[in-house]
């Protein structure tokens, strides 16, 4: 975990006047004080002008907004910045065009060891297309070439990278001419990633923090494991977030710990929790979430890596070691071998534990009335992407592809989340989706399945809020007084409050409401442009030419 100290911070006092600042401490507020890495003091610009004569910088905001800084609580954040410093496939739509991707990619690279790429989606391919092995060894000049799909959870790649791992034929998921899944895709996996340099690494990790920082976000939820990443990744990750000035990074690990003992290591790698990507099941683009029936497009009901009595023994040493505890499940069998697994854990610890542990659950697409109130019950955190829904969602998107239109209507149901009390994180997980936080807010707000939508109000607290207390934080991402300065100032249209159904006013700038305004998020509209990125008092970014 990353966490700056005041002597870190600037300590000089700011006063931000002239705008609007999105407060609950005074939904009219246009001006802030910000003290020694915290916010002092907001209210209005006739008040302002009693700090005006004791500060130290005034900063006028021309009418612009200032928001909380944006929390992103899943990110793989390497991957991210090799994506955005390397080849990106998910503008290709076709084999044909991936495939001359990849060969412009291996020209530019010449020294690199291995090629690598993101972001290919056949599923949005016309016809019956693929990627065979021939021709990505041609494509990438005989080189190691690893493309993981959209998702992350299959790849396809060159028979060099496949000779840098002995007896990958044998594994669970290999196929002769078909994307790689399951253990042979971790293997392959860790040989690619094992062939990145020092240098690239830590020039992918800044690209990924600076590009955040230029987003608004201040701060990320790294989640990293052994079957995603390596542990000099993650600890050289956290030491660059701590030591230079950008986006906090809190870690999460995702390894099974039994005692003590693992918990310790798990702490000594940096981690606030054994959580994140531990995986229960895959993902449904690559046919490899756990179902209770089987896929639409498919004979199977996808793959389950760990049962309910795993997911019990994790909830209790995590929660026995004072540990967060989670897991990535998006099937409804996974979800319910979660609910069953916790549950199982608060027998034996108590309720009140599970509960203060704050454990969490990364996806959770596929939902049940009764996997929902389980989550309520057992204070569980749904850490989830609206990007996927606008990605995958509709009558002819992915899901319906998988799952039927039926089932594929009652996934990411975020109203019955929050109507029942489950507490909401909200993330990207890029590079599966991008990191894109207000194009997030408007996808929970304008949701593909109308009775899932949430206040505009309700999602902005979600990537705000919610990512902190998804960590244990109560007191921040939000601005009032003694929050940290976390704070992003955004050019924007004039700001609305919005609400999820149509059978109320869904505008209403009425002052009487006493609701912070925020910016108009409807599909088409321009979204707010970040002028400036402030991170325990610290600006971060600056948006050139402003």
Known sequence: ??????????????????????????????????ERGHVAWVGSEGAADAFAGGVDETVDLEGALVTPAFTDAHVHTTATGLALTGLDLSRARTAAEAL???????????????????????????????????????????????????DVHSAVVSTALLDLVPGVTELAGYRPDAPLTGAAHHAVRAAAHAAVTPVQRTEAQRAALAHAASLGIGALHECGGPEISDEDDFTSLLKLAADEAGPRVFGYWAEEIAHAKDAERIRELGAIGAAGDLFVDGSLGSHTACLHESYADALHTGTAHLDAHAVAAHVVACTEAGLQAGFHAIGDAAVTAVVDGVRAASEKVG?????????????????????????????????????????????????????????????????????????????????????????????????RTPEHRVSARAAFTAHTRGGWRAIGRDDAGVLVPGAPADYAVWRTSELVVQAPDDRVSRWSTDPRSGTPGLPDLTPGAELPVCLRTVVFGQTVFVRPNE
């Open 351 to 447: 309720l009140a534990r599970i509960r203060a542990a704050r454990h969490r659950v990364e996806h959770a697409e596929m939902l049940t009335p009764e996997t929902i109130a389980a989550f309520a019950e057992l204070g569980l955190t749904a850490s989830v992407q609206p990007a996927f829904d606008a990605a995958w969602g509709g009558e002819s998107g992915m899901y319906a592809d998988r799952l039927g239109a039926d089932r594929a209507r009652t996934l990411n149901p975020y109203a019955a989340l929050l109507r029942a009390g489950v507490p909401l994180a909200f993330g990207s997980d890029s590079p599966v989706t991008p990191l894109d936080p207000w194009g997030t807010v408007r996808a929970a707000a304008f949701h």
């Open 1 to 34: 975990m990353t966490e700056r100290t005041a002597s870190q911070a600037d300590h000089r006092t700011v006063l931000l006047r002239g705008g609007d600042i999105h407060s609950p401490a005074d939904p009219f507020a246009t001006a802030m004080v910000v």
């Open 100 to 150: 001359a991707l990849v060969r412009t990619h291996a020209t530019a690279r010449p020294g690199d060891k291995v090629l690598l790429g993101h972001g290919w989606d056949a599923a949005r391919w016309t016809g019956e297309q693929s990627l065979s092995r021939r021709a990505l060894d041609e494509a990438s000049g005989g080189r190691p070439l690893y493309l993981p799909r959209i």
